[in-house]
């Protein structure tokens, strides 16, 4: 093994918990830091993909996450102006038995929490970063404290990262979400993501996202797609308002959209894309959403989250100084990191936009053609972090 190294990860989530484990897994010695106040993570429930998984493997964490989460066999949209399926994506026509899993944030950082904890990293909470000096590798906190020097730095703060210097250009829409029970009997599939839409200007989704500890009830995430600058209006009127939208879109949601009483319980989350070049500088690495922010269209940034800790790990387990640490990181992941965001780019205004023309051609020219070899095969690998999967590259493998 090389060296123990000093390291310090600032942002305590996917990526950077993951990072934790995996490094101090190796007996190098890491501090986490973070802002919240005691460990507990907020979001929306949120899918892994294979790629996600195979380094849930690697930590041992596999099973579990399979076990609280909810096996996804089908991404199924339909157009509620026509009625028609316009997508409809089968993980089977990959691989069989291929299956993405809907899964609780708070579940997915629990498992995360407990691996970096039992591989000795030390997660520091109330710590806001402001800074970090790559010559040095220190790390300045809110109240002018410095932590350091570290020999590496790994800015895993997410999408709103303040050690990531490109501005995160924030997406026109995002999303309004809540987890809730999932109804016994029906209406939805237990295996698929349903999504309902009207033009690219509504969308609903239901996520079936499995249950926050062993035995608890299983849940779902649902998604109402909202303009960034239409949140204040949607806040000033009274909920009625957006229930009847809701119920026209997809009257089969009436029992969610009944059990939302107050404007509280659905958490608006803004989508923001941004890649940050380049990713390494002198001993300041940065991870996930703070080197490539996407909305969550495809689902991919947690799963990219994770195989950016993998390839860091395996790169600081190569060994070498910080330069030649973060290049072969880099040129672990570039590759894939270009291709999902250009992917993620393309495909989000199909789905949620203003436009007219995208989703006339997502309903009648690209839904049809998708039906098509090998057109089936190729969405499914989209999804599932298989196109161009860097899975060989990294060592990893697929599959249980
Ligand atoms: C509504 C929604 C749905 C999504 N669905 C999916 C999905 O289905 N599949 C998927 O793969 N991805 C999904 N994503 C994306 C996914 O959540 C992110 O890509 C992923 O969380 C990125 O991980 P990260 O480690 O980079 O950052 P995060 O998980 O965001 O962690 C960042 C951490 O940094 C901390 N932090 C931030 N700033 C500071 C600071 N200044 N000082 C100290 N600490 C700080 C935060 O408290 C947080 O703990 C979704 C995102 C959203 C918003």
Known sequence: MSQPLNIAIAGAGIGG????ALLAGKG??????????????????LMLQETGLA????LGLRAAAEALGAPIARLWGVSADTGRAVLDVRYGALREGLRGI??????????????AAASGASVVASTRITAANPATGMLVRQDGGAHGPFDLVIDALGVRSVLSSA???????????ATLPWPEGGPFDPEALEQR???????????????????APQSLTYFWSIRDDGYDAFRSAPLLHWK????????????????????????????????????????LIHIGDSWHAASPQLGQGANMALLDAFALARAVEAGGEAAEIAALYVRQRAAHVRLYQLMTWAFTPVYQSDSRLLPWIRDWLAAPVSKL????????ALVSGALGSPLAKLGLKAGR
């Open 102 to 115: 809907g899964i609780q944030r708070a579940a997915l950082f629990r498992l995360l929490e407990g691996a």
């Open 167 to 177: 501005p995160a250009k924030a997406l026109p829409y995002g999303a309004l979400w």
């Open 373 to 380: 070899w090998p057109a089936p095969p190729l969405m499914a």
């Open 28 to 45: 190098h010695r890491v501090s986490v830091y973070d802002q919240f106040e005691a460990a507990g993570p907020v979001g929306s429930g």
């Open 244 to 283: 009847d939208a809701a119920r026209a879109l997809w009257p089969e949601t009436a029992r969610l959209v009944e059990q939302i009483q107050d404007h509280d319980q659905l958490t608006f989350a803004r989508y923001r894309h941004r890649t940050h070049w380049p990713a390494a500088e002198g001993r």
């Open 17 to 20: 918990l993951a990072a934790a």
């Open 197 to 215: 839409y009207e033009a690219a200007r509504k969308m609903a989704g239901v996520m079936p996202s499995g249950c926050a500890h062993p035995g």
């Open 55 to 58: 380094v849930l493997a690697e």
